[in-house]
Each structure stands twice: as C-alpha cells, then as structure tokens.
C-alpha cells in the first residue's frame, strides 16, 4: 500500500511543478486576451484560474465555495487514503484507481488552500468549440474514476462466474 500512496504523491509533485511552470510562463486568460502556446492544432497551453468546483461549478458564488470544496476535498482525501491502507494485495486496479483519485486531490486541494483558486492550464478545442481547461490533477481523477469503474465490472465479472 505504500506504493500507492508513493503514486498519489508522485502524482502532487507532477501537478504543482506544472502548475508552477504554467503560472510562471504565461499570464492569465482574461475577457478579449489569452495567452498561449499552441502544441497542437487541437490543443493549446494556457492560464486559467478556477475557483468553483469541476467545469467552474460555483465559480461565481462570492468566496465561500472556497473553504467549502476545500473541506469537502479534505475529507474524501482523508477517506480514500484510510480506504488505500485497508485494501487487500489483490485490490490493484482499484487501489491504482483510488491512488491516482488522491493524488489529484491532493493536488487540486493544495491550490484552493493556498491560492484560493484552481490553476487549470490543459485547452482542447475543435474550431469554435472548447472543452473545459483542466490539468493533470484533473486528469488524474478522471483516469481514477476509469480505473474504478473498470475494476467494478472486472469484479462483477468474476464474481458472476464463481
């Protein structure tokens, strides 16, 4: 279990070093003006600031959301790494889902802690069409959250035979 937690923290250290570069390289979008790099002609490096919750959920909500997500996060944080210490050895895709789910929260916690806000860096787009900015803590959790629902159906799967 100590080489899942190893992954959450790998996954942090990644999330704010990047986090840091993209703060340090770009200046942050703004109405009429963003800042980019372009890396592909679908996708594009740039500086966004997030202070809701996923899609920017509540971002306009005043401030409180701040302290409210952060506690909510802390939580499930707290939940999930009690839950990575209890699993058995046969539990990997789900003790690697549920480690790559910490690792992006913890990333993501740091920020709103910190900065008061989430920095959100990854743009994929299709001509006029864009998805929502994220970074790797948020992919993190989205490849978690996969990994989980895999592990579900492999479960059932096997436990439907036996």
Same mark, same amino acid.
Not at 8 to 14: A, G, M, R
Not at 121 to 141: E, G, R, T, V
């Given at each position: 279990m100590k080489r899942l937690v190893g992954i959450?923290?790998?996954?942090?250290?990644?999330d704010q070093i990047s986090k840091y570069m993209i703060v340090e390289t770009l200046d942050q979008c703004v109405p009429g003006f963003c800042e980019s790099i372009d890396m592909l002609p679908f996708f594009k490096l740039v500086l966004l600031y997030n202070e809701g919750a996923a899609f920017? #959920?509540? /971002?306009?909500?005043?401030?409180?959301?701040?302290?409210? !997500? /952060? @506690?909510? /996060?802390? &939580?499930? /944080? #707290?939940f999930i790494f009690f839950w990575l210490m209890r699993l058995k050895a046969s539990e990997q895709l789900l003790g690697l889902g549920l480690a790559a789910i910490l690792g992006g929260a913890v990333g993501n916690l740091i920020d709103r802690v910190f900065l008061?806000? &989430?920095?959100?860096?990854?743009?994929?787009?299709?001509?006029?069409?864009?998805?929502?900015?994220?970074? @790797?803590?948020? +992919? +993190?959790?989205s490849i978690g +959250?996969?990994?989980?629902? !895999?592990?579900m159906v492999i479960t059932n799967r096997t436990t439907d035979v036996q």
């Open positions: 959450s923290f790998v996954i942090v250290v990644l920017s #959920m509540l /971002s306009d909500a005043g401030g409180w959301q701040r302290w409210f !997500l /952060s @506690i909510i /996060s802390f &939580v499930v /944080s #707290m008061g806000h &989430v920095v959100d860096y990854f743009l994929f787009y299709y001509k006029s069409f864009y998805f929502p900015a994220f970074n @790797i803590a948020d +992919a +993190a959790i +959250a996969a990994l989980l629902i !895999l592990d």
